[in-house]
Protein backbone atom coordinates (compact mmCIF):
# COMPACT_ATOMS: atom_id res chain seq x y z
CA UNK A 1 0.00 0.00 0.00
CA UNK A 2 2.84 2.80 0.94
CA UNK A 3 5.19 1.34 -1.87
CA UNK A 4 1.84 2.20 -4.18
CA UNK A 5 0.83 5.48 -2.49
CA UNK A 6 4.44 6.77 -3.12
CA UNK A 7 4.39 5.75 -6.92
CA UNK A 8 1.01 7.34 -7.52
CA UNK A 9 2.06 10.75 -5.37
CA UNK A 10 5.75 10.64 -7.68
CA UNK A 11 3.26 10.11 -10.84
CA UNK A 12 1.00 12.76 -10.02
CA UNK A 13 3.88 15.12 -9.14
CA UNK A 14 5.12 14.80 -12.55
CA UNK A 15 1.93 15.20 -14.28
CA UNK A 16 0.95 18.51 -12.63
CA UNK A 17 4.61 19.79 -12.99
CA UNK A 18 4.17 19.63 -17.26
CA UNK A 19 1.36 21.47 -17.57
CA UNK A 20 3.03 24.76 -18.49
CA UNK A 21 6.01 22.77 -20.17
CA UNK A 22 7.68 23.80 -23.74
CA UNK A 23 5.63 21.99 -27.15
CA UNK A 24 9.57 20.77 -27.53
CA UNK A 25 9.44 18.94 -23.91
CA UNK A 26 6.18 16.93 -25.16
CA UNK A 27 7.66 16.13 -28.13
CA UNK A 28 10.75 14.19 -26.89
CA UNK A 29 8.67 12.44 -23.72
CA UNK A 30 6.49 11.28 -26.72
CA UNK A 31 9.17 10.17 -28.63
CA UNK A 32 11.02 8.55 -26.34
CA UNK A 33 8.17 6.29 -24.65
CA UNK A 34 6.63 6.20 -27.49
CA UNK A 35 9.87 4.21 -29.16
CA UNK A 36 10.06 2.37 -25.74
CA UNK A 37 6.12 0.97 -25.60
CA UNK A 38 6.53 -0.07 -29.65
CA UNK A 39 9.38 -2.70 -28.89
CA UNK A 40 7.83 -3.76 -25.41
CA UNK A 41 4.43 -4.58 -27.50
CA UNK A 42 5.74 -5.57 -30.68
CA UNK A 43 8.66 -8.20 -28.38
CA UNK A 44 6.36 -9.13 -25.60
CA UNK A 45 2.12 -8.95 -27.06
CA UNK A 46 1.20 -11.46 -29.83
CA UNK A 47 -1.57 -9.06 -30.86
CA UNK A 48 0.94 -6.19 -31.70
CA UNK A 49 3.18 -8.81 -33.43
CA UNK A 50 0.64 -10.00 -35.69
CA UNK A 51 -0.73 -6.42 -36.33
CA UNK A 52 2.62 -5.03 -37.25
CA UNK A 53 3.76 -8.17 -39.02
CA UNK A 54 0.69 -7.99 -41.33
CA UNK A 55 1.40 -4.46 -41.88
CA UNK A 56 5.48 -5.00 -42.57
CA UNK A 57 5.73 -2.40 -40.12
CA UNK A 58 8.41 -2.49 -37.32
CA UNK A 59 9.21 -0.65 -34.35
CA UNK A 60 12.84 0.29 -35.43
CA UNK A 61 10.39 2.84 -38.28
CA UNK A 62 9.58 5.56 -35.89
CA UNK A 63 12.22 7.60 -35.36
CA UNK A 64 10.05 11.00 -34.67
CA UNK A 65 6.55 12.18 -34.50
CA UNK A 66 6.75 12.76 -38.11
CA UNK A 67 6.13 8.82 -38.55
CA UNK A 68 3.03 8.52 -35.96
CA UNK A 69 0.58 7.84 -38.63
CA UNK A 70 3.21 5.26 -39.91
CA UNK A 71 2.07 2.75 -37.02
CA UNK A 72 -0.85 0.53 -37.54
CA UNK A 73 -3.68 1.95 -35.60
CA UNK A 74 -5.09 -0.52 -33.28
CA UNK A 75 -9.24 -1.15 -33.75
CA UNK A 76 -11.94 -2.02 -30.94
CA UNK A 77 -12.91 -4.84 -33.33
CA UNK A 78 -9.37 -5.80 -33.77
CA UNK A 79 -8.26 -5.82 -29.50
CA UNK A 80 -12.14 -7.97 -28.88
CA UNK A 81 -11.68 -10.51 -31.37
CA UNK A 82 -8.37 -11.04 -29.52
CA UNK A 83 -7.81 -13.83 -27.03
CA UNK A 84 -7.17 -12.82 -23.55
CA UNK A 85 -3.08 -13.90 -23.44
CA UNK A 86 -2.92 -12.11 -27.00
CA UNK A 87 -3.51 -8.50 -25.54
CA UNK A 88 -1.19 -8.87 -22.41
CA UNK A 89 2.25 -8.95 -22.40
CA UNK A 90 4.08 -12.17 -21.96
CA UNK A 91 5.21 -12.99 -18.61
CA UNK A 92 2.42 -10.95 -16.66
CA UNK A 93 1.60 -12.79 -13.44
CA UNK A 94 -2.37 -12.13 -13.54
CA UNK A 95 -2.59 -13.12 -9.68
CA UNK A 96 -1.39 -9.60 -9.37
CA UNK A 97 -3.09 -7.91 -11.73
CA UNK A 98 -6.34 -5.79 -11.12
CA UNK A 99 -9.25 -6.78 -13.79
CA UNK A 100 -11.15 -3.38 -15.38
CA UNK A 101 -13.85 -4.03 -17.47
CA UNK A 102 -15.43 -1.25 -20.22
CA UNK A 103 -19.32 -0.44 -20.05
CA UNK A 104 -20.11 -2.50 -23.15
CA UNK A 105 -22.02 0.33 -24.67
CA UNK A 106 -20.80 -0.44 -28.47
CA UNK A 107 -21.21 -4.58 -27.62
CA UNK A 108 -18.91 -7.22 -25.43
CA UNK A 109 -17.51 -4.81 -22.25
CA UNK A 110 -13.61 -5.32 -23.27
CA UNK A 111 -11.31 -6.74 -20.25
CA UNK A 112 -8.77 -4.22 -18.83
CA UNK A 113 -5.57 -6.30 -17.46
CA UNK A 114 -3.62 -3.60 -14.77
CA UNK A 115 -0.51 -4.42 -12.67
CA UNK A 116 1.06 -2.54 -9.96
CA UNK A 117 2.55 0.52 -11.96
CA UNK A 118 -0.42 0.69 -14.57
CA UNK A 119 -3.39 0.84 -11.51
CA UNK A 120 -0.73 3.73 -10.07
CA UNK A 121 -0.61 5.54 -13.47
CA UNK A 122 -4.15 5.29 -13.99
CA UNK A 123 -4.86 6.98 -10.50
CA UNK A 124 -2.71 9.72 -10.61
CA UNK A 125 -3.37 10.73 -14.28
CA UNK A 126 -7.24 10.81 -12.80
CA UNK A 127 -6.10 12.63 -9.62
CA UNK A 128 -4.32 15.03 -11.31
CA UNK A 129 -7.67 16.38 -13.60
CA UNK A 130 -8.54 17.39 -9.71
CA UNK A 131 -6.00 18.79 -8.38
CA UNK A 132 -6.04 21.06 -11.47
CA UNK A 133 -8.81 22.99 -9.71
CA UNK A 134 -7.66 23.11 -6.40
CA UNK A 135 -8.76 19.26 -4.68
CA UNK A 136 -6.79 18.42 -1.36
CA UNK A 137 -6.75 15.49 -0.07
CA UNK A 138 -8.90 16.23 3.18
CA UNK A 139 -11.92 16.68 0.47
CA UNK A 140 -14.75 14.38 0.20
CA UNK A 141 -16.08 13.22 -2.97
CA UNK A 142 -19.44 11.41 -3.85
CA UNK A 143 -19.48 9.58 -6.97
CA UNK A 144 -22.39 8.10 -8.52
CA UNK A 145 -21.92 4.97 -10.30
CA UNK A 146 -23.54 1.71 -11.52
CA UNK A 147 -21.25 -0.03 -9.13
CA UNK A 148 -18.96 0.86 -6.35
CA UNK A 149 -15.51 1.16 -7.52
CA UNK A 150 -12.47 0.25 -5.18
CA UNK A 151 -11.82 1.36 -1.40
CA UNK A 152 -8.36 1.67 -0.35
CA UNK A 153 -6.98 1.40 3.42
CA UNK A 154 -5.51 4.89 3.17
CA UNK A 155 -8.96 6.92 2.90
CA UNK A 156 -9.77 5.44 6.15
CA UNK A 157 -7.76 7.56 8.02
CA UNK A 158 -9.03 10.65 5.66
CA UNK A 159 -7.14 11.10 2.66
CA UNK A 160 -9.32 11.57 -0.20
CA UNK A 161 -12.20 9.85 1.62
CA UNK A 162 -15.06 9.24 -0.81
CA UNK A 163 -18.54 7.94 -0.59
CA UNK A 164 -19.57 5.21 -3.51
CA UNK A 165 -23.73 5.72 -4.63
CA UNK A 166 -25.05 3.59 -7.37
CA UNK A 167 -27.24 5.22 -10.25
CA UNK A 168 -30.41 2.55 -9.47
CA UNK A 169 -30.79 4.19 -6.38
CA UNK A 170 -33.70 6.61 -5.88
CA UNK A 171 -32.36 10.63 -6.78
CA UNK A 172 -32.98 11.58 -3.55
CA UNK A 173 -31.09 9.06 -1.77
CA UNK A 174 -28.03 11.08 -3.61
CA UNK A 175 -29.40 14.32 -2.03
CA UNK A 176 -29.53 13.26 1.17
CA UNK A 177 -26.30 11.98 1.18
CA UNK A 178 -24.99 15.04 -0.20
CA UNK A 179 -26.19 17.29 2.25
CA UNK A 180 -25.37 14.96 5.31
CA UNK A 181 -22.00 14.37 4.14
CA UNK A 182 -21.34 17.77 2.88
CA UNK A 183 -18.86 16.66 0.07
CA UNK A 184 -16.28 19.19 -1.73
CA UNK A 185 -16.63 16.78 -4.94
CA UNK A 186 -18.97 15.22 -6.61
CA UNK A 187 -18.33 13.27 -9.78
CA UNK A 188 -20.69 11.62 -12.09
CA UNK A 189 -21.92 11.45 -15.67
CA UNK A 190 -23.97 14.28 -16.97
CA UNK A 191 -27.40 12.62 -17.28
CA UNK A 192 -26.38 11.81 -13.40
CA UNK A 193 -26.09 15.04 -12.50
CA UNK A 194 -28.72 16.41 -14.11
CA UNK A 195 -30.93 14.03 -12.02
CA UNK A 196 -29.06 15.27 -9.08
CA UNK A 197 -29.87 19.09 -9.76
CA UNK A 198 -33.13 18.44 -10.27
CA UNK A 199 -33.65 16.44 -7.28
CA UNK A 200 -31.83 18.80 -4.90
CA UNK A 201 -33.70 21.82 -6.09
CA UNK A 202 -35.38 22.46 -2.25
CA UNK A 203 -32.58 20.96 -0.37
CA UNK A 204 -30.03 22.67 1.61
CA UNK A 205 -27.01 21.74 -0.29
CA UNK A 206 -24.09 23.16 0.58
CA UNK A 207 -22.45 24.22 -3.34
CA UNK A 208 -19.35 21.63 -3.76
CA UNK A 209 -16.24 23.08 -4.75
CA UNK A 210 -15.86 21.03 -7.19
CA UNK A 211 -18.32 18.96 -9.93
CA UNK A 212 -17.06 16.64 -12.56
CA UNK A 213 -19.19 15.20 -15.46
CA UNK A 214 -17.82 12.94 -17.59
CA UNK A 215 -18.61 9.50 -19.59
CA UNK A 216 -21.45 11.13 -21.05
CA UNK A 217 -21.98 14.40 -23.82
CA UNK A 218 -22.31 17.48 -21.50
CA UNK A 219 -24.78 19.75 -23.43
CA UNK A 220 -24.71 23.78 -22.54
CA UNK A 221 -27.79 23.27 -21.06
CA UNK A 222 -27.33 20.69 -19.14
CA UNK A 223 -24.04 22.35 -17.91
CA UNK A 224 -26.57 25.72 -16.79
CA UNK A 225 -29.25 23.67 -14.96
CA UNK A 226 -26.30 21.51 -13.32
CA UNK A 227 -24.76 24.78 -12.11
CA UNK A 228 -28.36 26.45 -11.19
CA UNK A 229 -29.12 23.72 -8.93
CA UNK A 230 -25.40 22.59 -7.79
CA UNK A 231 -24.27 26.05 -7.14
CA UNK A 232 -21.20 25.13 -8.50
CA UNK A 233 -20.07 25.28 -12.80
CA UNK A 234 -19.54 21.40 -13.84
CA UNK A 235 -15.70 20.77 -15.29
CA UNK A 236 -16.32 17.75 -18.50
CA UNK A 237 -13.82 15.66 -18.22
CA UNK A 238 -13.20 13.01 -21.28
CA UNK A 239 -11.87 9.87 -21.06
CA UNK A 240 -12.33 5.82 -21.97
CA UNK A 241 -12.46 3.14 -19.30
CA UNK A 242 -9.76 1.87 -21.49
CA UNK A 243 -7.26 4.34 -21.26
CA UNK A 244 -8.51 7.35 -18.59
CA UNK A 245 -8.99 10.10 -18.71
CA UNK A 246 -6.81 12.47 -21.27
CA UNK A 247 -8.89 15.37 -21.62
CA UNK A 248 -10.46 18.26 -19.27
CA UNK A 249 -11.56 21.61 -19.01
CA UNK A 250 -9.41 24.58 -17.00
CA UNK A 251 -11.07 26.73 -14.73
CA UNK A 252 -11.32 28.87 -18.36
CA UNK A 253 -13.80 26.36 -19.97
CA UNK A 254 -12.78 27.39 -23.08
CA UNK A 255 -12.49 23.66 -24.29
CA UNK A 256 -10.49 20.63 -23.16
CA UNK A 257 -7.06 20.23 -22.22
CA UNK A 258 -5.05 17.30 -23.48
CA UNK A 259 -2.77 15.33 -20.69
CA UNK A 260 0.12 14.99 -23.28
CA UNK A 261 2.55 13.74 -20.57
CA UNK A 262 0.19 10.84 -20.28
CA UNK A 263 -1.22 10.45 -23.71
CA UNK A 264 -0.91 10.80 -27.31
CA UNK A 265 -4.11 12.31 -29.15
CA UNK A 266 -4.73 12.34 -32.53
CA UNK A 267 -7.67 14.31 -34.15
CA UNK A 268 -7.91 13.07 -38.38
CA UNK A 269 -8.60 16.44 -39.27
CA UNK A 270 -7.68 19.87 -39.69
CA UNK A 271 -7.40 21.86 -37.15
CA UNK A 272 -11.42 23.54 -36.38
CA UNK A 273 -13.02 20.20 -38.23
CA UNK A 274 -13.94 17.35 -36.79
CA UNK A 275 -12.55 13.94 -36.86
CA UNK A 276 -12.23 10.69 -35.19
CA UNK A 277 -9.85 10.17 -32.19
CA UNK A 278 -7.01 7.82 -31.29
CA UNK A 279 -5.36 7.91 -28.30
CA UNK A 280 -2.31 6.12 -27.41
CA UNK A 281 -1.44 5.67 -23.15
CA UNK A 282 2.00 6.00 -22.29
CA UNK A 283 1.89 5.06 -19.09
CA UNK A 284 -0.11 0.86 -19.97
CA UNK A 285 2.43 -1.59 -20.34
CA UNK A 286 0.45 -4.25 -19.18
CA UNK A 287 -2.15 -4.09 -22.02
CA UNK A 288 -0.81 -1.67 -24.30
CA UNK A 289 -2.92 0.82 -25.94
CA UNK A 290 -1.04 2.18 -29.12
CA UNK A 291 -3.26 4.37 -31.90
CA UNK A 292 -6.41 2.66 -30.68
CA UNK A 293 -9.49 3.91 -32.55
CA UNK A 294 -11.70 5.29 -29.86
CA UNK A 295 -14.90 5.71 -32.14
CA UNK A 296 -15.31 9.06 -30.71
CA UNK A 297 -15.26 12.39 -32.30
CA UNK A 298 -13.65 15.78 -32.07
CA UNK A 299 -11.91 19.20 -32.65
CA UNK A 300 -8.49 20.36 -32.00
CA UNK A 301 -8.92 24.62 -30.50
CA UNK A 302 -7.86 26.26 -33.64
CA UNK A 303 -6.50 28.90 -30.63
CA UNK A 304 -4.07 28.65 -27.47
CA UNK A 305 -6.28 28.88 -24.24
CA UNK A 306 -5.97 31.99 -21.98
CA UNK A 307 -5.01 29.71 -18.94
CA UNK A 308 -1.40 29.85 -19.82
CA UNK A 309 -1.47 26.15 -20.28
CA UNK A 310 0.83 24.86 -22.79
CA UNK A 311 -0.84 21.70 -23.42
CA UNK A 312 -3.28 20.86 -26.12
CA UNK A 313 -6.65 22.01 -26.49
CA UNK A 314 -9.37 20.57 -27.87
CA UNK A 315 -12.38 22.60 -28.42
CA UNK A 316 -14.83 20.05 -28.72
CA UNK A 317 -16.08 16.49 -28.25
CA UNK A 318 -18.80 15.22 -30.15
CA UNK A 319 -18.85 11.63 -28.55
CA UNK A 320 -19.32 8.69 -30.33
CA UNK A 321 -18.92 8.12 -34.42
CA UNK A 322 -21.93 5.66 -34.22
CA UNK A 323 -23.64 8.25 -32.11
CA UNK A 324 -24.66 10.59 -35.13
CA UNK A 325 -27.29 10.46 -37.88
CA UNK A 326 -26.71 9.83 -41.22
CA UNK A 327 -29.30 11.57 -43.92
CA UNK A 328 -30.15 10.27 -47.11
CA UNK A 329 -27.15 11.67 -49.36
CA UNK A 330 -24.13 11.16 -46.99
CA UNK A 331 -24.97 14.24 -44.95
CA UNK A 332 -24.09 13.38 -41.04
CA UNK A 333 -25.56 15.30 -38.24
CA UNK A 334 -23.77 15.19 -34.80
CA UNK A 335 -25.53 16.30 -31.44
CA UNK A 336 -25.13 19.89 -31.89
CA UNK A 337 -27.18 20.36 -34.22
CA UNK A 338 -29.97 19.14 -32.56
CA UNK A 339 -28.91 21.03 -29.71
CA UNK A 340 -29.45 24.39 -31.23
CA UNK A 341 -32.95 23.75 -31.72
CA UNK A 342 -33.82 21.41 -28.92
CA UNK A 343 -32.53 24.09 -26.23
CA UNK A 344 -34.41 27.07 -27.73
CA UNK A 345 -37.21 25.16 -25.85
CA UNK A 346 -37.43 25.99 -22.31
CA UNK A 347 -40.48 23.35 -22.00
CA UNK A 348 -38.50 20.51 -22.07
CA UNK A 349 -36.35 18.79 -19.64
CA UNK A 350 -34.11 16.60 -21.27
CA UNK A 351 -34.24 15.03 -25.17
CA UNK A 352 -33.50 12.01 -27.45
CA UNK A 353 -33.15 11.51 -30.96
CA UNK A 354 -33.64 7.55 -31.90
CA UNK A 355 -33.16 7.64 -35.86
CA UNK A 356 -36.00 4.77 -36.49
CA UNK A 357 -35.22 4.43 -40.57
CA UNK A 358 -32.94 6.71 -43.01
CA UNK A 359 -36.00 8.44 -43.36
CA UNK A 360 -37.54 8.77 -40.30
CA UNK A 361 -36.16 10.32 -37.11
CA UNK A 362 -38.30 10.59 -33.84
CA UNK A 363 -37.31 13.17 -31.59
CA UNK A 364 -38.31 11.93 -27.61
CA UNK A 365 -39.09 15.07 -25.16
CA UNK A 366 -39.18 14.98 -21.28
CA UNK A 367 -41.76 18.20 -21.36
CA UNK A 368 -41.79 20.59 -18.04
CA UNK A 369 -44.86 21.73 -18.76
CA UNK A 370 -48.07 20.60 -20.30
CA UNK A 371 -48.16 23.24 -23.55
CA UNK A 372 -49.26 21.22 -26.28
CA UNK A 373 -47.89 23.24 -28.71
CA UNK A 374 -44.04 22.34 -27.82
CA UNK A 375 -44.03 19.25 -29.53
CA UNK A 376 -45.80 21.12 -32.76
CA UNK A 377 -42.99 23.88 -32.51
CA UNK A 378 -39.90 21.19 -32.14
CA UNK A 379 -41.43 19.46 -35.13
CA UNK A 380 -42.05 22.37 -37.49
CA UNK A 381 -38.49 23.68 -36.89
CA UNK A 382 -36.51 20.51 -37.30
CA UNK A 383 -38.71 19.85 -39.81
CA UNK A 384 -37.61 23.21 -42.10
CA UNK A 385 -33.91 22.17 -41.42
CA UNK A 386 -33.88 18.71 -43.05
CA UNK A 387 -34.01 17.45 -46.41
CA UNK A 388 -38.23 17.00 -47.38
CA UNK A 389 -37.81 12.96 -47.51
CA UNK A 390 -36.91 13.08 -43.67
CA UNK A 391 -39.75 12.45 -41.24
CA UNK A 392 -39.69 13.86 -38.08
CA UNK A 393 -41.68 12.82 -35.26
CA UNK A 394 -42.23 14.51 -31.60
CA UNK A 395 -43.09 12.15 -28.29
CA UNK A 396 -43.18 13.51 -25.70
CA UNK A 397 -42.38 11.03 -22.35
CA UNK A 398 -42.47 11.13 -18.76
CA UNK A 399 -38.90 9.81 -18.67
CA UNK A 400 -35.91 8.54 -20.48
CA UNK A 401 -34.18 5.60 -19.60
CA UNK A 402 -30.66 5.45 -19.39
CA UNK A 403 -28.85 2.47 -20.97
CA UNK A 404 -28.05 -0.82 -19.25
CA UNK A 405 -24.27 0.61 -18.70
CA UNK A 406 -26.17 3.78 -16.99
CA UNK A 407 -25.53 6.05 -19.68
CA UNK A 408 -27.84 8.24 -21.82
CA UNK A 409 -27.47 8.54 -25.06
CA UNK A 410 -28.61 11.59 -27.14
CA UNK A 411 -28.90 10.34 -30.42
CA UNK A 412 -28.92 6.53 -31.73
CA UNK A 413 -28.80 6.23 -34.84
CA UNK A 414 -30.55 3.35 -37.36
CA UNK A 415 -28.64 0.44 -37.51
CA UNK A 416 -28.82 -1.10 -41.00
Not at 21 to 37: M, S
Request: charged residues 25%.
Amino acid sequence: MIRDAALTWQLLREARASSHRPLAWFQRRHEAVLRRLLRHAYDRVPLYRRLYDEAGFRPDAFRSLADLEGIPPLSKARLKSARPDEVVARGTDRATCTVEHTSGSTGVPLEIVLDRFDRCWNRAVAWRILFEHGFRWTDRTLEIRMKAGQSYAIQKLGIAPKDWRSILDPPTRWVDTLVARRHQCVVAGAGTLELLAAASAAAPIRPPRLVVSDSETLTPAARARIHRALGTPPIDVYGLEEVSNFAWECERREGLHVSADSHIVEVGAPRGEVGPVTVTALGMWTMPFIRYQTGDLAAVAPHDCACGRSLPLLSAVHGRAVDSIELPGGRRLLWPFFHQILAAESSIERWQVHQRSPTEILVRVVPLTSDVGTTDRIRSVMQAKLPRDVRVVVEPTAVIAPESNGKRRLVIPFIR
